[in-house]
């Protein structure tokens, strides 16, 4: 099966697409969209659209998995992240994915056992988990795999 895992915003969007295997996770693609904060929110959220798709037809995932807005610290950027994750929503949707979203603290759960793990916790457990000795720079990348990590996992237990 195919996973695209996706965390959500407007200046990054994190995704990967996650192949398993059996037992196995492999990491076949990783990487960020990033929108230029000098554009229109309007030009941003379509620039997401474009390259989302983008995604899709190149590696034609079975399923998405992405983040739930849940709580933020930063009233600022809670609508614009909404807003990202909507046209986000509307791709998937148009492409007939099957979608599984989850909160932060349930892929930290799922993860590394502790809804309340650092961001140190979850990298650990996600490179051991793709036996990668190297993630990607970026935390949003980074979460994106734990986000398909954390839909796989809850295949393979029924949850889904």
Known sequence: MRILGIDPGLAIVGYSILDTVKDDF?????????????????????????????????????????EKLFYFKNQKTVIPVAEARGVIL?????????????????????????GRASKDE??????????????PKLDDTVDSIAIALCCSRSIKSGEM
């Open 122 to 135: 979850v990298a650990k457990i996600v490179a051991m988990s793709i036996k990668c000795n190297k993630l």
């Open 90 to 114: 509307s791709v998937l949707e148009k492409n007939n994915i099957e979608i599984a979203e989850f909160t932060p603290i349930e892929v930290k759960q799922m993860i590394t056992g502790y």
């Open 26 to 66: 492999i990491l076949t693609a990783s990487g960020s969209i990033q929108t230029d904060k000098n554009k229109t929110d309007s030009k941003r959220l379509f620039e997401i659209e474009v390259d989302m798709q983008t995604i899709i037809d190149k590696y034609k995932p079975d399923r998405a998995s992405i």
